[in-house]
């Protein structure tokens, strides 16, 4: 694997001239263009899937399979041309439009109202012109369908009956459609099925534009990284679709530490691994091959939770346990789940150049996890605050070369902020090591600290695009619940950080460090 620099940017994150209030598929190309004048060869999104109304951070999605409409570029979708779109808006939703572009944060609700209100007018007219008629156009949404089957079909039932219940999620349904008896759901595919077909539409819209942007983000020579979450929501259409490979009865979380006494609970159902072996992992297999069609590599989000889940009853302050409970089981299970998966991300040959699963192994990790996921080539994270054998930090010019390495993660703060946060002595020592100087400005130096982590050893160091920029804003601070969350915005268009003398004077600097390191 050769060595890369890439950037932690959600897509929901991008902003051009011409978006909507939030990322497009089709601004990934721009985005992947602007990063290579820094050095950087490899863009990482946060997950992508489609969320439920009301809902920001992407790790509630309601499946793990469709991407999220939200994302789509309603101007590059072929049903749809301006004059459409003006009457379809009107001059509320232009209003509406330009307000969400122009705003410093992601306005969910304004944007998807505005989207899904385009695609319905798309899909008629698709369903008009060309599905009634049996074009080419048909035939190719019809072999989408029959490739995309084993997700795709539950997804869009899923969907219809959950709008033809007022957006409640299936646990609220009547007995025969929540437990999937088969009169009720053919008596739904029978009723609905205008719009169980508008959701394959609008699936087959969204990875015709993710595949184009693919591959022009391949002519630049920039790689696009997922990341996939440990589980799905319990009202997503997955745990509907296989309600008993879930242990519905149990909650996951998080063991007591220092900062809970009582353990976290997450809501979120965890895994039946029993059950899941009885079709050899089917569903977890699925999920790997899906993300390795999407991506050229991607992270595994709570790599611990495939070795040993934190589950505790429903009812109030019932104590949890680890399952299994003893660490040969949890290693042993950890390896088939971890197996299975690559054996699918195997099957797929992509474009990355190295392991294409990437293990999230952050927090309290046992050391058999590590073990195990490097006999499996499977490489973990070095976040360089974290990095300390007691009182000292870890030179990351000693981090094995199957690693990534960063200042910060989504969660955390970017390095420009977090060093107000390091105490005097955790300061003086990077400084020393980072060669930064007492009358340096902050400008220079981000550039110290970015240069001595592109120097680790690990074949990939990340930083988050508020690194790159010399900003401080947070895309998220865990245990806080808030607009201030899963809604940052790059502060200008991309256009115009272009067009900034100063950004590109650092973006050159940037490039010059990276080139330096080897990367």
Not at 71 to 100: H, M, N, P, T
Not at 102 to 127: C, G, I, M, P, Q
Not at 230 to 237: D, K
Not at 277 to 306: E, N
């Amino acid at each position: 694997m050769r060595r890369q620099a890439g950037v932690v940017l959600p897509l929901f994150s991008i902003r051009t001239r011409r978006d909507w209030g939030i990322g497009q598929i089709t601004d990934l190309p721009v985005c992947a263009a602007w990063i290579a004048r820094a050095g950087h060869r490899l863009i990482q999104v946060l997950p992508a899937f489609e969320l439920s109304a009301g809902e920001t951070s992407p790790y509630g999605a309601l499946t793990a399979f469709g991407l999220d409409a939200i994302y789509v570029d309603v101007d590059a979708v072929e049903d749809l041309d301006a004059s459409s779109i003006d009457q379809a808006l009107g001059e509320a939703g232009k209003r509406a439009r330009d307000a969400a572009r122009a705003a410093e944060r992601v306005d969910y609700a304004s944007v998807r109202a505005l989207k899904t209100n385009l695609l319905r007018v798309a899909f008629d007219r698709f369903h008009e012109r060309e599905w009634s008629r049996t074009t080419p156009r048909a035939k190719a949404l019809a072999t989408f369908m029959q490739d995309e089957r084993s997700w795709l079909d539950d997804l869009a039932l899923y969907s219809a009956l959950r709008e033809s219940h007022d957006g409640w999620g299936w646990s609220t349904w009547p007995a025969a459609e929540r437990d999937r008896a088969p009169p009720a759901l053919d008596r739904a595919r029978a009723v609905d099925g205008r719009r169980v077909l508008e959701v394959a539409y609008v699936q087959w819209t969204l990875q015709g534009q993710w595949e184009r942007a693919r591959a022009q983000m391949r002519a630049i020579g920039v790689e696009l990284m997922g990341d996939v979450p440990f589980v799905v929501g319990i009202e997503s259409a997955d745990v509907w679709s296989h309600a008993s490979q879930f242990q519905m009865q149990l909650s996951l979380g998080a063991p007591p530490d220092e900062f809970s006494a009582d353990g976290q609970d997450w809501g979120l159902p965890p895994y039946d691994w029993t059950a899941m072996d009885t079709d050899d992992l089917a569903w977890i297999r699925d999920r790997s091959r899906r993300a390795a069609r999407l991506y050229d590599r991607f992270r595994l989000d709570h790599i611990v939770g495939y070795y040993r889940q934190w589950v505790r009853g429903k009812e109030a302050r019932q104590r949890g346990h680890f399952d299994p409970d003893k660490d040969e089981a949890q290693k042993a299970r950890g390896l088939r789940v971890l197996r299975a998966m690559l054996d699918e991300v195997a099957k797929d040959t992509g474009g990355a150049d190295g392991p294409r699963a990437i293990a999230e192994d952050l927090g309290v990790i046992p050391p058999f996890v590590r073990e195990s996921l490097r006999q499996l080539e499977m490489p973990g994270y070095r976040v360089l605050p974290w990095e300390k054998d007691g009182p000292r930090f870890r030179d990351p010019r000693g981090f094995p070369t199957a690693s990534v390495a960063s200042w910060s993660t989504h969660d955390t703060a970017p390095i420009d902020a977090w060093w107000d946060e390091f105490s005097d002595r955790d300061r003086a020592a990077l400084a020393e090591r980072a060669g930064v100087q007492p009358e340096d400005d902050a400008d220079r130096r981000s550039l110290l600290l970015l240069a001595d982590l592109y120097r680790a050893s690990s074949d990939l160091a990340l930083v988050l695009v508020q690194e790159l920029l010399g900003i401080r804003d947070r895309i998220n601070t865990p245990g806080t619940v808030g607009e201030h969350n899963w809604t940052f915005r790059l502060p200008r268009p991309i256009e115009d950080l272009e067009a900034d003398d100063r950004l590109r004077v650092r973006f050159e600097a940037i490039r010059h460090r990276v080139e330096g390191a080897g990367r």
